[in-house]
């Protein structure tokens, strides 16, 4: 829907100061450095589409709302005047997810911070609150999250929620998506005069993986579960096929306390710099979170595909005091990336049928030395490995031909290269998100331009490059049969 103002003109200026003055206790501020700032976050990491994407869309102010009230003042005054808005946490995503498309306001919601209540298997917090202080506060209840991405550190819960898919903990509980994970989100309306709406269960996946355009959120309530004083435990292996099927039977382990495992091939380990010495050169290795009672049976695992313990330390306490997780998931890159700025990332969901086998023979069809990481995870119950696969992104074409291999062999790829949210993202954009979209953001001022135009190559945002082009299937068909066919499962980690 396009708005009746276009980014940069000095008809949007003139929107946004008739905002600024509707709102004057809420700081909207157009300092160059600062929207520069807010109008990036971490897509770059990813490879070179990303990188000329993040750099060239800016916003045109920055909000900072420090609490609800202020939040529905604010979308009132963009909703009558019809200023795009772009919610924002603290700028980690890496989907273009936070890349202004169409100039406007960033509301920055890192003022909305604290835990509100804690409650029995689960906790609530404002939008805004660093994951980490959320798992801080849960320490004397002798809780901890369930999930959280491997950027724990560095986001907001609300950030996670609305950009993140999974993460440490999805091993055993699933993604985000999955049933019971996220409780209640409370939801403020795009609307002229906004409504403030609280998502409770199923209806919190109209918002979830939203990228922002469903409403801004002021309050997440999620689940928790035992907290457990975790290790950081290395295991060596001969080989990339070991350390996969390794991180297959950690998954089905339900008698293994553990909440992260990512097997690597010799070329990513050589990466994860600061563990050098506890990875044997030339081999293959997993780095997993393990509880202390699971690290001797955990062993006994890895024994029976030839591996061994390396390294055996309480989490935070390895080298350079870095929690183990911080070299998984999305960390697996940023190692990678340091050593190597060339680097392009295609990222897919194994197969369900001859998961390992299928890694096996595109890494042998892969021209040059793939870098690959895998982290452990459950969609609906059932394994399904995550490959964060990395190749040199300077060969043209390169990044095209290894995602249509990959999707020769059954993977299931996602387009991570475009700022858009598309049938080829991790979740696609159902049939009643669209619909609660319409709703809740009447006037289209919620992000606009992130949700895939009816020809998305010419659609807004697109960079008219390999980006456009790349074979990508997404995973939402994976979300959609594991949960409704769990008796089919997968014949094993060939
Ligand atoms: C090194 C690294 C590791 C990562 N690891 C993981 C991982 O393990 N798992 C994973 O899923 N992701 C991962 N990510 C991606 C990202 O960190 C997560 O999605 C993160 O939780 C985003 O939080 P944030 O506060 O930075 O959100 P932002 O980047 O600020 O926002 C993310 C999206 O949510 C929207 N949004 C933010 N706040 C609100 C709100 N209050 N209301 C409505 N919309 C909102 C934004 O518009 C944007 O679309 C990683 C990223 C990096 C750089």
């Known amino acids: 829907m396009a708005l009746p103002t276009a980014a940069g003109t000095p008809e949007r200026a003139a929107a946004i100061d008739a905002v600024r003055a509707d709102v004057p206790d809420i700081p909207i501020s157009?300092?160059?450095?600062?929207?520069?700032?807010?109008?990036?976050?971490?897509?770059?990491?990813?490879?070179?589409?990303?990188?000329?994407?993040?750099?060239?869309?800016?916003?045109?102010?920055?909000?900072?709302?420090?609490?609800?009230?202020?939040?529905?003042?604010?979308?009132?005054?963009?909703?009558?005047?019809?200023?795009?808005?772009?919610?924002?946490?603290?700028?980690?995503?890496?989907?273009?997810?936070?890349?202004?498309?169409?100039?406007?306001?960033?509301?920055?919601?890192?003022?909305?911070?604290?835990?509100?209540?804690?409650?029995?298997?689960?906790?609530?917090?404002?939008?805004?609150?660093?994951?980490d202080d959320v798992d801080e506060v849960l320490v004397p209840h002798g809780a901890e999250l369930r999930?959280?991405?491997?950027?724990?550190?560095?986001?907001?819960?609300?950030?996670?929620?609305?950009?993140?898919?999974?993460?440490?903990?999805?091993?055993?509980?699933?993604?985000?998506?999955?049933?019971?994970?996220?409780?209640?989100?409370?939801?403020?309306?795009?609307?002229e005069s906004p409504r403030v709406l609280e998502l409770r269960g199923a209806s919190t996946g109209l918002v979830q993986f939203s990228f922002g355009m469903n409403g801004v959120v002021t309050e997440v309530e999620v689940a928790t579960t035992v907290r457990r004083e975790w290790r950081d435990v290395m295991f060596s292996f001969d080989d990339l096929g070991s350390a996969m099927r390794f991180g297959w039977d950690m998954t089905v382990s339900d008698g293994l306390e553990l909440k992260n495992c990512m097997p690597v091939n010799a070329a990513m380990a050589a990466h994860l710099t600061p563990l050098q010495e506890f990875l044997p050169s030339g081999r293959a290795a997993a780095l997993a979170m393990v509880a202390p009672a699971s690290v001797e049976p955990a062993a006994d695992v890895a024994r029976r595909h030839?591996?061994?313990?390396?390294?055996?330390?309480?989490?935070?306490?390895?080298?350079?005091?870095?929690?183990?997780?911080?070299?998984?998931?999305?960390?697996?890159?940023?190692?990678?990336?340091?050593?190597?700025?060339?680097?392009?990332?295609?990222?897919?969901?194994?197969?369900?049928?001859?998961?390992?086998?299928?890694?096996?023979?595109?890494?042998?069809?892969?021209?040059?030395?793939?870098?690959?990481?895998?982290?452990?995870?459950?969609?609906?119950?059932?394994?399904?490995?995550?490959?964060?696969?990395?190749?040199?992104?300077?060969?043209?074409?390169?990044?095209?031909?290894?995602?249509?291999?990959?999707?020769?062999?059954?993977?299931?790829?996602?387009?991570?290269?475009?700022?858009?949210?598309?049938?080829?993202s991790i979740r696609g954009f159902s049939a009643e998100q669209r619909a609660f979209k319409a709703d809740v953001d009447p006037f289209g001022i919620l992000n606009p331009g992130k949700l895939e135009d009816p020809d998305p190559v010419d659609g807004a945002g697109a960079t008219g490059t390999e980006a456009d082009a790349l074979t990508a299937s997404g995973w939402a068909s994976r979300f959609e049969t594991a949960t409704a066919h769990p008796a089919a499962g997968p014949t094993g980690p060939a």
């Open 30 to 131: 157009d300092e160059a450095g600062l929207v520069r700032r807010r109008s990036t976050d971490r897509s770059a990491l990813l490879g070179p589409h990303m990188a000329v994407q993040t750099s060239s869309s800016l916003a045109e102010a920055v909000a900072t709302p420090t609490d609800e009230p202020q939040v529905v003042a604010l979308l009132a005054a963009c909703a009558r005047r019809r200023v795009p808005l772009v919610p924002r946490g603290a700028g980690t995503s890496n989907f273009g997810q936070t890349i202004p498309l169409d100039g406007g306001i960033v509301v920055d919601l890192s003022a909305l911070t604290g835990v509100t209540a804690v409650g029995d298997g689960w906790v609530r917090a404002r939008a805004g609150t660093m994951l």
């Open 147 to 191: 999930i959280h991405p491997s950027s724990k550190r560095m986001s907001t819960i609300a950030g996670f929620v609305i950009g993140g898919h999974g993460g440490v903990g999805s091993m055993r509980f699933g993604g985000l998506a999955d049933v019971g994970n996220i409780t209640g989100l409370r939801v403020v309306t795009a609307e």
């Open 306 to 424: 030839g591996g061994h313990v390396t390294m055996d330390v309480r989490t935070g306490e390895g080298p350079r005091g870095f929690p183990g997780y911080e070299y998984t998931w999305g960390h697996a890159m940023w190692w990678l990336r340091k050593g190597q700025p060339t680097l392009a990332e295609v990222l897919f969901l194994l197969p369900e049928v001859r998961p390992v086998e299928s890694l096996l023979e595109l890494v042998e069809r892969t021209p040059g030395e793939p870098w690959v990481s895998s982290t452990c995870q459950r969609i609906g119950g059932r394994p399904s490995p995550q490959v964060a696969y990395g190749i040199d992104g300077s060969v043209p074409g390169r990044l095209a031909e290894v995602s249509a291999i990959a999707e020769e062999l059954g993977c299931l790829v996602v387009n991570i290269h475009r700022p858009k949210l598309t049938s080829a």
